[in-house]
């Protein structure tokens, strides 16, 4: 059974199109969730970590949000550097930090 | 001052061979950890390393795979008798606290691709 779901799978934005990408998770007693940037190649990026409901970070055009059963991230006014896949990653118990198979964004100019 | 090293960036190897990946840490990151990434999917926690703690080898897929890490420096991963589903890009990762609860910085991963 998934635990961590991400959606859409692939995402195609225009320059300036704002978006929202989806993580949902069917666990509780969640401990944290992480949102990585991965670029071709090269190992996930740190971009945002949220501990509880109702929190939210941002970052340049990113802004995160969490609730009890779901994160977004959401691009606002995207350039094509945004491109990437977008990794989110929930922390349950000890020792147990399990991903999603990502969305990949293309922001086209 | 560097990131996360990781070595060979690439590795082809025959079904049957034995390798060895390597990584080099952040200096002064107590905690490491190994992750599979197959094709298209996310990352598969293999095993953490925290100082001198005995390793959480909870992922580790199958009895060909081992880890080792001295002290609070470089770790190999080691397979053995590779098969063709050990195919992926093996990621490592440090941090400087305990596992979930401090940001882990990844390596460029090391693509094995096993014929």
């Known amino acids: 059974e998934d635990q961590v779901t991400q959606s859409p799978e692939a995402l195609r934005l225009q320059e300036g199109e704002s978006s929202s990408l989806n993580c949902s998770y069917t666990?509780?007693?969640?401990?944290?969730l992480f949102w990585y940037r991965q670029d071709p190649g090269k190992g996930p990026e740190f971009l945002f970590t949220?501990?509880?409901a109702g929190e939210e970070k941002e970052k340049e055009r990113l802004k995160a949000t969490l609730t009890k059963k779901e994160s977004f991230l959401h691009i606002t006014a995207p350039k094509p550097e945004d491109s990437a896949t977008y990794l989110c990653a929930v922390f349950l118990t000890a020792r147990q930090l399990t991903f999603g198979s990502g969305t990949q964004l293309t922001v086209l100019p | 001052g560097a990131g996360v090293s990781q070595s060979p960036s690439n590795k082809v190897t025959e079904k049957g061979k034995d390798v060895e990946l390597r990584c080099d840490p952040i200096s002064g990151h107590t905690a490491l950890y190994w992750y599979r990434q197959r094709l298209g999917q996310g990352l598969e926690f293999l095993i953490y390393f925290q100082g001198n703690s005995a390793p959480d080898k909870s992922g580790l897929p199958s009895d060909r795979f081992s880890a080792e890490r001295t002290g609070e420096s470089v770790s190999t991963l080691t397979i053995q008798r590779t098969q063709q589903e050990d195919s992926a890009v093996y990621l490592c990762?440090?941090?400087?606290?305990?596992?979930?609860?401090?940001?882990?910085?990844f390596g460029p991963g090391t693509r094995l691709t096993v014929l």
């Open positions: 990762a440090s941090s400087s606290g305990t596992f979930g609860t401090d940001t882990q910085y």
């Open positions: 949220l501990y509880s």
């Open positions: 666990v509780s007693g969640l401990r944290g």
